[in-house]
């Protein structure tokens, strides 16, 4: 599986970001997806993810209520749509895939990230 992640960009505090995550293959809805972040000087940690089952999502504390992830399984994408954006939000994004919802960053694949920027 390959996986394009798109969508990030610089944002005001407060605003809004809709990252997408497209996926190669036919097998797109056998597959756990999840988003990850790493900022600067930190290490990579889980943001949301949806099993591939039932849809059903999962988010960190950190952005439980602000942040809502969705799959098109005809589209073969993800999305993370990102309100009530903080500065602390700024990171690298990456969608991963794996055969099963983990909140661990023991993925199969991964894609190339994209850079959020929360700043006035």
Same mark, same amino acid.
């Given at each position: 599986?390959? +996986?394009? /992640?798109?969508? =990030?960009? @610089?944002?005001?505090? =407060?605003?809004? +970001?809709?990252?997408? #995550? =497209?996926? $190669?293959?036919?097998? *797109?809805?056998? %597959?756990?997806?999840?988003? *990850?972040?790493?900022?600067? =000087?930190?290490?990579?940690? *889980?943001?949301?993810?949806?099993?591939?089952?039932?849809?059903?999502?999962? !988010?960190?504390?950190?952005?439980?209520?602000?942040? /809502?992830?969705?799959? &098109?399984?005809?589209?073969?994408?993800?999305? +993370?749509?990102?309100? $009530? @954006?903080?500065?602390?939000?700024? /990171?690298? %994004? %990456? #969608? /991963?895939?794996?055969? %099963? +919802?983990?909140? $661990?960053? &023991?993925?199969? !694949?991964?894609?190339?990230?994209? @850079?959020?920027?929360?700043? $006035?």
């Amino acid at each position: 599986v390959q +996986l394009q /992640a798109s969508g =990030g960009g @610089l944002v005001q505090p =407060g605003g809004s +970001l809709r990252l997408s #995550c =497209g996926a $190669s293959g036919r097998t *797109f809805s056998s %597959y756990a997806m999840a988003w *990850f972040r790493q900022a600067p =000087g930190k290490e990579r940690e *889980f943001v949301a993810g949806i099993r591939r089952s039932d849809g059903n999502t999962v !988010y960190a504390d950190s952005v439980k209520g602000r942040f /809502a992830m969705s799959r &098109d399984n005809a589209k073969n994408t993800v999305y +993370l749509q990102m309100n $009530s @954006l903080k500065p602390e939000d700024t /990171a690298v %994004y %990456y #969608c /991963a895939a794996n055969t %099963y +919802l983990t909140v $661990s960053d &023991d993925y199969d !694949y991964w894609g190339q990230g994209t @850079l959020v920027t929360v700043s $006035s």
